[in-house]
């Protein structure tokens, strides 16, 4: 079947190829309900990894407000307009899209599927839709870019403290067909992650989530240096005691790094390896004029994501980037943070479209997509909706819930009264609460 470049009125014929199905007995294996989803890919992970992708920072406010958040925007439909054909193919940075929505950077995807992002590659190839690899992958990125085949790709950066590695995987994102970067401001260091902190879990000490690591020549070689050279031993530190849980991590990191298992687990190299990317990964000290040091690296489009105020949007625009990512990481970092929806109202107000806004944090229905057009976005990025779908069915799953994310924006445009993404505008919906007269 030939990947539409256009799903505009296609809502009609993926919402009755559903009912078709369930004229004969066939109910959906991926639930459409959003909390029926995520509870459907709960009882198909391990807590661990279920937590690890449903849970946030602190007491889970900010990523519960993202979600309300979207309450107080009301659409606004309008009658009587002919709504027959319908478009929502865009251009964002030189980057066709058959519909404003791109399957999120999200990493660890082996926690939700064997096939990881491979699986979700297959069905971006198959939508035609746009996938933003993470730096935490499961598989490389060039293995992901090779199931993609024609589909678009951009490649999601976190800066770590060494410009080397930043630079070998951005040379190597470019090589394997990258659009664009996007780089990730917000997780400069991880946040407060109270589910994971009590299952005392963290999937990279596994080894889990390290394949662009792990693949890098740039990384490889501090890792070889490290084995070579061990830091000392913290004398005031016991000597750990071998337990189980700690035997299993052990093999997890072998198995994960490049080469025989057992060899590994004889060299040490595993073991150095994630230690060296625990050195690696939190970079909190960069600063605005650091931008130009990526631009020297690549002329692809730079992307800045986790901008929530109309500050930082100004500066972006200073400092020449090419677009903004709104998004406060589905509420991972910051408790009690601003909901995503919120900060776009303000943001885009301060940009007047002079760079593209994509929005992330929140959407889980295609009516959030459209308020979140309304309010000033280009595209937007939907994470664990797809996620969940990857778990319960793998590419199938994933395919499934951004099909009909698609489908639904398409239908509540025709019932909202509109044919064109352009005609998607601040008189579509209303505010029910004053948006508040400070600049953040």
């Known amino acids: 079947m030939e990947v539409p470049k256009d799903y505009g009125g296609a809502g009609r014929a993926i919402q009755g190829q559903i009912y078709t199905l369930g004229a004969v007995g066939y109910k959906p294996k991926v639930p459409t309900d959003p909390l029926a989803l995520a509870f459907a890919a709960s009882t198909k992970m391990t807590p661990e990894a279920y937590w690890y992708v449903a849970g946030s920072a602190g007491m889970q406010r900010t990523a519960e407000a993202n979600v309300t958040a979207f309450e107080r925007y009301q659409i606004v439909p309008h009658m009587l307009r002919d709504v027959r054909e319908r478009s929502m193919a865009t251009n964002v940075l030189g980057t066709q899209m058959p ?209 929530q105020t109309a500050s930082d949007a100004e500066l972006a625009l200073q400092y020449g980037v090419s677009g903004i990512v709104v998004s406060n990481h589905g509420g991972r970092q910051v408790d009690g943070a601003i909901a995503s929806i919120d900060a776009l109202e303000v943001v885009a107000r301060e940009l007047e479209g002079r760079i593209p806004i994509i929005f992330d944090s929140g959407i889980r229905s295609g009516a959030d997509v459209f308020k979140a057009l309304a309010l000033g976005a280009n595209a937007v990025f939907v994470g664990r909706p797809w996620l969940y779908g990857l778990a319960i069915d793998g590419a199938d799953g994933a395919k499934a819930v951004m099909e009909r994310i698609i489908a639904e924006l398409d239908l509540t445009m025709a019932l909202a009264g509109v044919k064109t993404l352009a005609d998607i505008n601040r008189q579509c919906i209303r505010r029910t609460e004053p948006a508040g007269g400070a600049k953040l």
Request: with cysteine.
């Open 99 to 307: 519909a404003p929505v791109m399957f999120a950077p999200i990493g660890v995807l082996e926690m939700a599927h064997v096939q990881a992002e491979v699986a979700v590659a297959k069905a971006a190839s198959s939508l035609g839709v746009p996938m933003v690899i993470s730096t935490q992958g499961s598989r490389p990125m060039e293995e992901t870019a090779a199931s993609l085949g024609p589909a678009p790709m951009w490649y999601q950066l976190y800066w770590s403290n060494n410009n080397e590695l930043m630079r070998s995987l951005v040379t190597r994102a470019e090589k394997a067909g990258a659009q664009a970067i996007v780089v990730t401001l917000d997780t400069h260091t991880v946040g407060w992650r109270t589910r994971d902190l009590d299952l005392g879990f963290l999937p990279f000490a596994k080894g889990m989530g390290l394949a662009q690591y792990f693949s890098d020549p740039v990384f490889l070689e501090i890792v070889k240096k490290r084995v070579e050279n061990p830091p000392p031993r913290d004398p005031s530190l016991p000597a750990p005691r071998p337990t189980l849980a700690g035997i299993s991590t052990l093999w997890s990191q072998a198995s994960h790094f490049p080469g025989n298992t057992l060899a590994n687990l004889l060299s040490g190299y595993p073991r150095a390896a994630v230690d060296a990317f625990l050195d690696v990964f939190p970079c909190s000290g960069i600063k605005w004029t650091d931008l130009d040091l990526i631009k020297s690296v690549t002329k692809l489009p730079i992307i800045l994501k986790g901008i």
